[in-house]
């Protein structure tokens, strides 16, 4: 919630999401895909990030790791997330 955390902390957290992709665990899985959608929701510039690393995901041979990728992706780059990114990315430089 903390608005103010730079996007470096986040991108720094990526790598983790990516490595802990393949693990077959419910909990583990959904709680990748969570951190990975909620990351990409925040700006633009993560969105990208994320989305980035969700291709990566869906290059593994795992099926955990492709549908934290084909969740993510559909998610990330959906209208309504685009459309909501660009809009608070036009009212954050208009201040």
Do not use: C, Y
Not at 29 to 44: D, E, P, S, T
């Amino acid at each position: 919630h903390d608005k103010k955390v730079s996007d470096r902390t986040f991108l720094e957290f990526l790598p983790l999401i990516i490595k802990e992709s393949s693990d077959d665990r419910n909990f583990v899985k959904k709680a990748v895909n969570w951190a990975l959608r909620q990351i990409g929701k925040r700006n633009m510039a993560l969105n990208k990030a994320s989305i980035g690393a969700a291709n990566t995901i869906q290059k593994q041979d795992s099926r955990s790791a492709k549908w934290i990728a084909a969740d993510a992706l559909r998610e990330l780059a959906s209208p309504q997330v685009q459309k909501r990114l660009r809009s608070t990315s036009k009212e954050a430089s208009g201040k």
